[in-house]
């Protein structure tokens, strides 16, 4: 009986422990391997590297320009991002959650972006964007918006904006799809019964839709920003972070520094300082959550 | 619903915002398309026709005889195929483990979970390298599937997860009443059931892997053990002239994951439901 007791106890772990095993492998131990080389002069290639260099890192990253401008396009980046991608894929569940005929169809190609490789559509969205073989210039002057049809990515006032017209582009079906399903959960008589008291499209909206969503939308746009932060694929492939650094954001300036010069350590003290930054936001996000729910 | 007052006129909005949204996400891969059946010739003089005065499949052809493309299409396949059958395998019983029991630790692994998908991966882009030099597994494709399997496995659990919870756990306590210990249920009962979840789970890590870029790039120098992205890659900054074989090989990228996502994709929708009503 105790032996009987022991595997029912164990039961649980062993369907875990094999993904928890393979996790703590490759991820964790190398986060925690990737957080001591911060405080390490670890080149790639170079065998004298390796020294313990304590703070020296984070002190060169205070006076590094390049750092701070990296900084201000990750916020100009995720904020626009995740701005455009929830508020459009917002639009586009709320027109998604009717029925009319073809909606399989048309649900269909709104999401297929969604499937597209990123690498993909970065370099889809690099080509839109030159003037030898995409139309976006040449409509950009024909609108008046270009005097010349001139490639976006190599405007350094304007170039982040390429990508982040590509992430918008990319983004807008998480947005939703998982907008949609929460939709999809709200009891259809309580709108009935709003209707009979009265109340119209835009008060139900406000005080029916708004609230059923609210929970969703905290916790997608979290998972959201944090994951968008982190994402350089885009930035990579379409500009290199150029021309001028001027696309560069803290993800794309951490693998620069690790591929190109092979720093490792210094790139991985940017990432710390991005992983402490993201853990805040993270800490404050959850905060106001349960602030917000607690005076409900 | 709400019906509004002006209804023909609510309807006429309605679909022209659907149209706009179908023109949004169809115009890039239509451009793709277009540029791939161009012929070089006709490439800048009919540079922005919606479409070619004469189309070709020349780019295809000479994709797929004379560049190494059918090796990176190959590899991607074999990495993304291994890469969703072991992430789902592993997420389907994790995701059952957390669905059906109240263990100590779950809290714990849980939040584990969590923040390996909170980090910048980049960050520990070095520590695999050197992990993974000495065993022989840079520079080959199992190297790939093994990280890649660890990265999809947090949040293929979830999705797992979301999934078991949705099927009642009566199913199973009466099979197991009628003697059927919890593995045989799990196999017969559950399993059918979770179908389209499995294969939402297949489809979503699919995609990921045949996606993913920087570690490709890093851990596989070799042509021989290159995937797709990195070849196009390579291929895009050698030959950046080439926009038409460029273009082709970017549709050929495609194919699998979208023909996949049309198979999964009502049954993603069904698994992200799920998980999104959680919350």
């Given at each position: 009986?105790?032996?009987?007791?022991?595997?029912?106890?164990?039961?649980?772990?062993?369907?875990?422990?094999?993904?928890?095993?393979?996790?703590?492998?490759?991820?964790?131990?190398?986060?925690?391997?990737?957080?001591?080389?911060?405080?390490?002069?670890?080149?790639?290639?170079?065998?004298?590297?390796?020294?313990?260099?304590g703070?020296?890192?984070?002190?060169?990253?205070?006076?590094?320009?390049?750092?701070?401008?990296?900084?201000?396009?990750?916020?100009?980046?995720?904020?626009?991002?995740?701005?455009?991608?929830?508020?459009?894929?917002?639009?586009?569940?709320?027109?998604?959650?009717r029925?009319?005929?073809?909606?399989?169809?048309?649900?269909l190609?709104?999401?297929?972006?969604?499937?597209?490789?990123?690498?993909?559509?970065?370099?889809?969205?690099?080509?839109?964007?030159?003037p030898?073989?995409?139309?976006?210039?040449?409509?950009l002057?024909?609108?008046?918006?270009?005097?010349?049809?001139?490639?976006?990515?190599?405007?350094?006032?304007?170039?982040?904006?390429?990508?982040?017209?590509?992430?918008?582009?990319?983004?807008?079906?998480?947005?939703?799809?998982?907008?949609?399903?929460?939709?999809?959960?709200?009891?259809?008589?309580?709108?009935?019964?709003?209707?009979?008291?009265?109340?119209?499209?835009?008060?139900?909206?406000?005080?029916?839709?708004?609230?059923?969503?609210?929970?969703?939308?905290?916790?997608?746009?979290?998972?959201?920003?944090?994951w968008?932060?982190?994402?350089?694929?885009l930035?990579?492939?379409?500009?290199?972070?150029?021309?001028?650094?001027?696309?560069?954001?803290?993800a794309?300036?951490?693998?620069?520094?690790?591929?190109?010069r092979?720093?490792?350590?210094?790139?991985?003290?940017?990432?710390t300082?991005?992983?402490?930054?993201?853990?805040?936001?993270?800490?404050?996000?959850?905060?106001?959550?349960s602030?917000?729910?607690?005076?409900? | 619903?709400?019906?509004?007052h002006?209804?023909?006129?609510?309807?006429?909005?309605?679909?022209?915002?659907?149209?706009?949204?179908?023109?949004?996400?169809?115009?890039?891969?239509?451009?793709?398309?277009?540029?791939?059946?161009?012929?070089?010739?006709?490439?800048?003089?009919?540079?922005?026709?919606?479409?070619?005065?004469?189309?070709?499949?020349?780019?295809?052809?000479?994709?797929?005889?004379?560049?190494?493309?059918?090796?990176?299409?190959?590899?991607?396949?074999?990495?993304?195929t291994?890469?969703?059958?072991?992430?789902?395998?592993?997420?389907?019983?994790?995701?059952?483990?957390?669905?059906?029991?109240?263990?100590?630790?779950?809290?714990?692994?849980?939040?584990?979970?969590?923040?390996?998908?909170?980090?910048?991966?980049?960050?520990?882009?070095?520590?695999?390298?050197?992990?993974?030099?000495?065993?022989?597994?840079?520079?080959?494709?199992?190297?790939?599937?093994?990280?890649?399997?660890?990265?999809?496995?947090?949040?293929?659990?979830?999705?797992?997860?979301?999934?078991?919870?949705?099927?009642?756990?009566?199913?199973?306590?009466?099979?197991?009443?009628?003697?059927?210990?919890?593995?045989?249920?799990?196999?017969?009962?559950?399993?059918?059931?979770?179908?389209?979840?499995?294969?939402?789970t297949?489809?979503?890590v699919?995609?990921?892997?045949?996606?993913?870029?920087?570690?490709?790039?890093?851990?596989?120098?070799?042509?021989?053990?290159?995937?797709?992205?990195?070849?196009?890659?390579?291929?895009?900054?050698k030959?950046?002239?080439?926009?038409?074989?460029?273009?082709?090989a970017?549709?050929?990228?495609?194919?699998?994951?979208?023909?996949?996502?049309?198979?999964?994709?009502?049954?993603?929708?069904?698994?992200?439901?799920?998980?999104?009503?959680?919350?």
């Open positions: 009986m105790t032996w009987r007791r022991a595997v029912l106890a164990a039961e649980p772990y062993l369907y875990t422990l094999p993904a928890v095993l393979l996790i703590c492998v490759v991820m964790l131990v190398p986060l925690l391997i990737g957080l001591t080389y911060a405080f390490h002069d670890v080149r790639l290639l170079d065998p004298l590297s390796g020294d313990f260099v703070l020296d890192h984070f002190r060169e990253l205070l006076a590094d320009a390049a750092f701070w401008n990296a900084l201000r396009n990750t916020v100009t980046w995720t904020v626009a991002s995740v701005t455009l991608q929830f508020g459009l894929g917002l639009v586009l569940a709320l027109l998604l959650d029925v009319f005929p073809g909606r399989a169809l048309v649900q190609l709104v999401f297929l972006p969604w499937a597209i490789p990123s690498f993909l559509s970065g370099l889809n969205w690099a080509w839109l964007f030159n030898v073989v995409g139309p976006l210039p040449h409509w002057r024909a609108l008046g918006l270009m005097a010349t049809p001139e490639n976006l990515l190599s405007d350094p006032h304007h170039a982040l904006w390429g990508p982040i017209i590509a992430n918008v582009w990319w983004g807008i079906p998480f947005f939703a799809i998982t907008l949609l399903a929460a939709l999809q959960s709200i009891p259809a008589d309580i709108y009935e019964a709003a209707a009979i008291d009265g109340a119209g499209p835009w008060t139900r909206f406000r005080r029916i839709t708004l609230p059923f969503l609210a929970p969703t939308m905290a916790i997608t746009i979290l998972l959201r920003t944090v968008i932060a982190n994402f350089a694929d930035i990579v492939i379409m500009t290199k972070g150029g021309p001028a650094d001027s696309t560069q954001i803290l794309s300036y951490i693998f620069t520094q690790a591929f190109q092979l720093d490792f350590g210094y790139a991985s003290a940017v990432a300082v991005l992983l402490a930054l993201l853990l805040a936001y993270a800490a404050a996000v959850m905060a106001l959550r602030m917000l729910v607690q005076r409900r | 619903m709400f019906i509004g002006h209804r023909s006129g609510y309807w006429a909005l309605h679909y022209l915002l659907l149209i706009a949204f179908v023109l949004f996400a169809l115009f890039p891969l239509f451009w793709l398309l277009k540029v791939s059946l161009t012929p070089n010739d006709l490439l800048y003089s009919e540079g922005v026709r919606l479409w070619p005065s004469r189309a070709t499949f020349d780019h295809y052809a000479s994709v797929i005889s004379h560049t190494q493309f059918p090796l990176f299409f190959r590899n991607s396949i074999i990495v993304s291994t890469t969703a059958a072991c992430s789902t395998l592993l997420a389907a019983a994790a995701g059952y483990g957390f669905s059906r029991f109240q263990f100590r630790g779950k809290y714990w692994i849980v939040g584990l979970m969590l923040v390996t998908q909170m980090f910048p991966l980049v960050m520990i882009v070095a520590p695999i390298f050197r992990l993974l030099k000495p065993l022989g597994l840079t520079n080959s494709l199992t190297g790939l599937v093994i990280v890649y399997t660890a990265f999809n496995v947090p949040f293929a659990s979830f999705l797992m997860q979301s999934f078991f919870d949705a099927i009642p756990k009566d199913l199973e306590e009466a099979a197991m009443l009628d003697g059927a210990n919890r593995f045989a249920a799990f196999w017969r009962i559950i399993v059918p059931l979770t179908l389209p979840g499995l294969a939402a297949l489809g979503f699919f995609t990921a892997a045949w996606s993913e870029l920087l570690f490709a790039l890093m851990l596989n120098s070799s042509n021989a053990a290159s995937t797709f992205p990195v070849g196009l890659l390579a291929f895009v900054s030959f950046s002239v080439d926009f038409g074989q460029m273009m082709a970017g549709v050929l990228a495609l194919l699998p994951v979208c023909l996949f996502f049309v198979f999964i994709q009502r049954h993603l929708v069904q698994g992200l439901t799920a998980g999104a009503v959680k919350g």
